[in-house]
């Protein structure tokens, strides 16, 4: 009896320490094998999209902006019934010239509402990636310094997800140069200082517009109101050039 309970013993005892032997060879093992390493979520592409994409937008908000005058969604003083209504840089003896934060501010408002139209993840999302955009919120500065430009910040919030990981996007910026943009403005501002009186003044800013390389239509609109097209042949972006739009009302304010 004492005999069969030893070996029983004997054998238990054998048990424990082949399974302790086997756990450390395992272990051991483990430790040798290389460790399978988690690739991070690229976003790089990403942000060369959205930036490419913010500045291509900026742009055409820049186009746009200007053949309204300045601004996107267009004041109360401005023209009705145009097929492209153009705000009043002077009506009578009140001047609306708008400031450069008040332009810089109507780039804003367009990138914010297009924006959306030129940004594609479908490349990622084939890649696996699941991204949550939301909606963007731009602050544009228009320094006023020797050499003009555009500093564009854009808030758009993007969260990438694949498997298990999750990587945010915030903050996105683009510089575009200014220069033509503010000269044509200056010279949009002279043009309007120049026309006094209840008639229009060609002579008083035809020199003017040849200095600086500018044609000028001035279209009658109607009641003492005329339409001023300014177009910058060396000003182009993309494939078109930069038209600038404004009307001028002469006399007593209506």
């Known amino acids: 009896m004492f005999a069969k309970r030893g070996q029983i013993t004997i054998f238990i005892i054998l048990g424990i320490l082949l399974v302790i032997i086997a756990g450390i060879v395992i272990f051991s093992f483990s430790l040798k094998m290389p460790q399978q390493k988690v690739?991070?979520?690229?976003t790089e592409a990403v942000v060369q999209m959205v930036e490419k994409c913010l500045e291509q937008t900026a742009e055409k908000a820049i186009l746009t902006t200007g053949k309204r005058g300045g601004y996107f969604i267009l004041p109360l003083e401005a023209t009705t019934g145009?097929?492209?209504d153009v705000p009043y840089f002077k009506n009578g003896m009140n001047d609306f010239f708008p400031s450069s934060e008040k332009r810089a501010e109507e780039i804003g408002k367009y990138i914010d509402t297009m924006l959306d139209f030129c940004l594609d993840f479908t490349v990622f999302e084939k890649q696996g990636y699941n991204?949550?955009?939301k909606s963007p919120y731009t602050k544009v500065v228009l320094s006023d310094v020797s050499k003009p430009q555009l500093d564009i910040r854009?808030?758009?919030?993007l969260t990438f997800k694949k498997g298990l990981q999750t990587k945010k996007l915030e903050f996105f910026r683009v510089r575009l140069p200014a220069e033509q943009l503010q000269k044509d403005f200056l010279v949009a501002q002279e043009i309007v200082k120049t026309q006094e009186g209840r008639g229009i003044c060609i002579t008083c800013f035809s020199d003017l517009a040849d200095e600086n390389s500018l044609f000028v239509e001035v279209l009658p609109y109607y009641d003492n109101v005329y339409v001023y097209e300014i177009t910058d042949e060396d000003y182009v972006l993309g494939d078109e050039k930069y038209v600038l739009r404004f009307a001028v009302k002469y006399g007593e304010q209506s």
Do not use: A, F, K, S
Not at 39 to 42: A, H, R, V
Not at 154 to 157: A, F, G, I, Q, S
């Open 39 to 42: 690739t991070p979520l690229q």
């Open 82 to 84: 145009l097929r492209d």
């Open 131 to 133: 991204i949550i955009v």
């Open 154 to 157: 854009t808030e758009l919030p």
